[in-house]
């Protein structure tokens, strides 16, 4: 962590190509790492067993906390209540294994039931893919015993998270969604790659990309985007941007991480701890903020 703090120094008094250089680099080693863990990921993870239900007594209710405990001892209840369950959901041609650092982060900070999902290499329709998504939180909903969780989706997955809680209803099981370079406005990276279905539905103007535009009034879930000035994967990078009247959001501008880093990225993963941290009214949650 030292080292890369170190390097960001030096990149930054080098100037804006040696930032890219140092992306590029680290780009490839991660490209390098993740496809030595890539086989780890290829199944589906094991399941815990679903929580046993809460005891039903006087004292559970939250009339007989607040009569029978000072103000005090209920603010110190809720200050250290369990954090929302998370859900990891990876990108186009990925799986789980991309989420082994940001997993591990988020344990050491107090997360105790995270998940990772993957959605079928043989999918080609991001709304079906969004509709497997549905049936799996409500799973996950019932296995926690929680009504909400949060999901955190890097690109593609991203987009197939937004589509579930935007277009179907998704936005009454998730709390928060955060997405990692994201192609929220469709990108133009590599033509040749559009031979792909899902390439083509992350495209500008398709199908899934103009469902997305339509209106969404009473959307409850807040959006959290990070995109990075040197996402290559995002053309423009912009499009990795929420830019939606309808719905609570706020994009996180991320400095000199390219599309493979953001999902390991130390500063990154601090970025998403605090997004999934902080309770904002719709007022504050719209605007802009930078990390790394």
């Known amino acids: 962590m030292a080292a890369l703090r170190l390097i960001s120094i030096l990149s930054a008094l080098l100037g804006p190509s040696a930032l890219l250089v140092r992306s590029t680099l680290l780009e490839l ?6 496809a030595l863990l890539y086989p780890t990921g290829l199944t589906q993870e094991r399941r815990p067993p679903p929580l046993p239900p809460p005891p039903t007594g006087r ?3 939250p009339e007989a906390e607040s009569e029978s405990g000072t103000e005090g001892e209920t603010e110190q209840k809720t200050e250290h209540a369990p954090r ?3 859900l990891l959901l990876h990108g186009f041609i990925d ?9 591990r982060s988020l344990r050491r900070h107090g997360w105790q039931q995270i998940e990772s999902l993957n959605y079928s290499p043989l999918t080609c329709d991001a709304r079906l893919a969004a509709e497997s ?20 989706g890097h690109s593609l997955g991203g987009l197939i998270a937004r589509y579930y809680v ?16 994201t192609p ?5 990276v590599a033509p040749l790659m559009s031979a792909h279905p899902l390439v083509r539905q992350m495209r500008p103007g398709s199908e899934v990309i103009t469902e997305l535009t339509a209106p969404a009034p009473d959307c409850r879930t807040q959006f959290i985007s990070f995109w990075s000035d040197l ?3 995002m053309v423009p990078v912009e499009t990795a941007r929420i830019d939606h009247p309808d719905l609570i959001t706020r994009n996180v501008h991320v400095t000199g991480v390219g599309h493979l880093a953001l999902p390991v990225h130390w500063a990154v993963a601090a970025g998403v701890r605090q997004a999934l941290t902080t309770e904002e009214t719709a007022a504050e949650a719209s605007g802009a903020a930078s990390v790394a």
């Open 29 to 34: 080693a991660i490209l390098t790492g993740h």
């Open 59 to 61: 004292n559970d209710t």
């Open 84 to 86: 929302p369950p998370v």
């Open 95 to 103: 799986n789980r294994s991309v989420f082994v650092l940001l997993r």
């Open 133 to 152: 998504l549905a049936r799996h939180v409500e799973e996950f909903c019932a296995r926690t015993g929680r009504a909400e969780i949060d999901v955190v």
């Open 166 to 181: 935007q277009r179907l209803g998704g936005d009454a099981r998730v709390r928060t969604l955060v997405t990692l370079g």
């Open 184 to 188: 929220h406005g469709g990108t133009r």
């Open 231 to 233: 996402d290559q994967i």
